[in-house]
């Protein structure tokens, strides 16, 4: 399942993958750094394993969980840079 949100501020991307936690996350945290992510993980945040990636001005936030059977990512990224954010 593939849900995806735009709002003036941030597009948001929500999708499921029968994949577990461990090589989801080690997904995210190499493909954003081979694509010159500063990668950053937040750790458990409210029942989410939560990456940071930021890229100059730009963030992204990468909230993944997982139930029995599914594992749950919600990738988002602000369409402006970060106020306050320095390069």
Do not use: N
Not at 24 to 49: K, N, P
């Amino acid at each position: 399942m593939l849900v995806s949100r735009r709002t003036a501020a941030q597009l948001a991307v929500t999708f499921t993958t029968s994949d577990g936690l461990s090589p989801v996350l080690a997904f995210y945290r190499e493909r954003l750094s081979q694509e010159g992510w500063d990668v950053r993980e937040q750790g458990l945040i409210e029942g989410a394993w939560v990456l940071k990636g930021r890229k100059g001005l730009r963030t992204c936030r990468v909230e993944v969980t997982e139930d029995h059977a599914r594992t749950y990512i919600a990738f988002v990224l602000p369409l402006a840079p970060e106020a306050g954010a320095r390069e």
